[in-house]
């Protein structure tokens, strides 16, 4: 996948939850033509039912598990999918051809 559209992809996210936060924090302050807080809700929903799905995934971050899920539940399928496309090619590149 390009490496920019999941850097735009991830920022949308980042902005649709923190509209969400705003929203809630300050909902006069915000006048937006959707519901914020509903919306970043079910992005979070969205991405909780995805961690318990492709946790072995998620596993494969070469960094803390706490960081890997927060990521996951920030991005979801941007954070977890690059893992594991990267442990499916090492794990080929691995596999001996049989003859």
């Known amino acids: ?19 969400g936060l705003c929203n809630t924090l300050w909902p006069e302050a915000l006048a937006l033509p959707f519901d914020a807080t509903r919306a970043a809700l079910i992005l979070l929903g969205i991405h909780v039912v995805e961690l318990l799905f492709v ?3 998620v596993r494969l971050y070469p960094g803390p ?4 899920v927060l990521l ?23 596999q001996v051809p049989h003859d």
């Open 55 to 57: 946790f072995k995934h």
């Open 1 to 19: 996948m390009n490496p920019f559209v999941i850097w735009i992809s991830k920022l949308g996210c980042l902005a649709l939850l923190g509209l």
């Open 72 to 94: 996951t539940l920030l991005f979801g399928l941007l954070h977890w999918k690059p893992l594991a496309d990267a442990a499916r090619a090492a794990a080929s590149a691995t």
């Open 65 to 68: 598990l706490a960081v890997s």
